[in-house]
């Protein structure tokens, strides 16, 4: 097997910036741009590196392997691009870890859109990645070393996210170890397996915050008669804000998706679910009027279908902006931000002088970790189910990527790094019962 060596994700010494740099700079502030499009994944402060002499170390705990297996991808581009391979350990840029970081054993990850675009190089211009590199964002795992400030002990099985920064100087989560964050993970509810809980994080997230903070629905928790629309309500974001509308906010919760879903999206607790293969799906909406339409989709054919459809302080958060898997086909550089930005805040004036809804893209600072302290409870409580559509091995990781550029995913994709204990003996006991049932079936 091939091995990789990653060079250290240190950022290079700068003298003052340049006389274009400082003109660029003043450019994004004034159009509010120095935040836009963390959307993509919350971010967090890079860790500062003081000197050139500041080496990056390996990472250390008992019984670390020399290498482990992971994904790398080497340049941009096609899925075939994506290797399985042994690489480096995580290297810490200041010699050790932050008081707050811990390190992951990595049962599972799953893979996003996100991870798509960011192999392909669409996202390259706005957020570089540092070539060769370790995709991946959800993960779950079992801590074996951690910070001083730590609230979580090791052993301690956990799932969460690496956000974008994070993974750009350290790696992502396509890897049998990574260092995350305290604030980023929770305890692994005791009722998923890895590869359930690893399938959770980013979109689980996403829908909640949409959901609760930007649609409010917090703030409308005792209110009756709610109602939610959710556009897209077959796919990894689409099937966790069904039933978080449902189960949870306890809104009256209609879902599109296509004709062969629609009973699977109903299963999720959706009152009604739309064709948007119907030539009518576009006027669906009738006379129903929404407190939340949460569009996973993207598209301006959805908006201008839907604003009407909104209460008067109704609210159309979209995950996607005004066009179709944004930057699925092109790539997004500065330019199309600058585009893209200036149509959001012509729509926010419109909302204030009241020429236009509630419209928002939600961002990566409106995803907040924090909440999953309260996925994790719902999870437990069996309020939220997770749906896997399919599972893969790190070795199937081109596989993985190819499914998920279809849009035809049914719920969420789990990448399978490594089978921890528990979750062995749950599979042979699963093996077991079947060999039991079907035993009792043949005469």
């Not at 003081?50 to 705990?61: G, I, Q, R, Y």
């Not at 801590?143 to 052993?155: K, L, Q, Y």
């Not at 359930?196 to 009756?224: D, F, I, M, T």
Request: proline share 4%; with cysteine; net charge neutral.
């Amino acid at each position: 097997m091939a091995e990789m060596s990653f060079a250290p994700r240190m950022r290079a010494a700068r003298g003052p910036p340049t006389k274009q740099e400082m003109n660029e700079q003043g450019l994004l502030g004034a159009l509010g741009l120095t935040d836009t499009f963390k959307f993509m994944q919350g971010c967090v402060a890079s860790r500062p590196i003081t000197s050139e002499s500041d080496a990056p170390l390996v990472v250390d705990f008992p019984e670390r392997p020399a290498k482990m297996l992971a994904v790398a991808l080497p340049d941009y581009g096609s899925p075939a691009l994506l290797k399985t391979q042994l690489c480096d350990l995580p290297r810490l840029p200041m010699g050790k870890l932050k008081p707050s970081e811990v390190v992951v054993e990595v049962y599972a990850s799953s893979v996003n859109p996100t991870d798509c675009k960011q192999r392909k190089g669409t996202l390259s211009t706005i957020c570089p990645l540092a070539l060769p590199c370790i995709l991946g964002i959800d993960f779950s795992g079992r801590i074996v070393r951690n910070g001083e400030d730590s609230p979580f002990n090791v052993g301690d099985e956990v799932f969460g996210r690496q956000t974008l920064d994070r993974m750009r100087e350290l790696n992502g989560t396509y890897a049998e170890y990574c260092i995350v964050d305290c604030c980023d993970i929770a305890l692994k509810p005791s009722n998923l397996s890895h590869d359930q809980a690893a399938a959770v994080p980013h979109a689980c997230l996403a829908a909640y915050s949409a959901l609760a903070h930007v649609g409010n629905l917090l703030e409308k928790r005792k209110q009756s008669d709610k109602a939610v629309l959710v556009l897209g309500g077959s796919g990894g974001v689409g099937s966790f804000a069904v039933q978080l509308a449902k189960r949870h906010f306890h809104c009256y919760t209609i879902a599109s998706c296509s004709k062969r879903n629609m009973d699977f999206v109903k299963s999720l607790g959706a009152d009604e679910a739309w064709d948007y293969t119907d030539a009518f799906f576009l006027k669906s909406a009738g006379l129903t009027k929404f407190d939340v339409i949460l569009d996973t989709v993207g598209g301006d054919d959805y908006w201008s279908a839907f604003r009407g459809a909104l209460s008067h302080n109704g609210v159309y958060v979209t995950l996607v902006g005004n066009a179709r898997h944004l930057a699925d086909e092109k790539s997004v550089d500065w330019g199309s931000m600058l585009e893209i930005r200036a149509d959001y805040l012509f729509r926010q004036i419109s909302n204030k002088l009241g020429a236009a809804e509630n419209y928002h893209i939600l961002t990566g600072s409106q995803i907040r970790s924090s909440d999953l302290k309260i996925i994790s409870s719902l999870l437990e409580e069996e309020t939220l189910r997770v749906i896997v559509d399919k599972t893969f091995s790190i070795y199937d990781i081109v596989k993985a990527h190819e499914y998920s550029e279809t849009h035809h995913a049914v719920g969420k994709i789990v990448l399978q790094i490594k089978q921890s204990a528990s979750d062995k003996a749950g599979g042979e006991q699963a093996k077991d019962m079947v060999g039991r049932v079907c035993a009792s079936r043949c005469p």
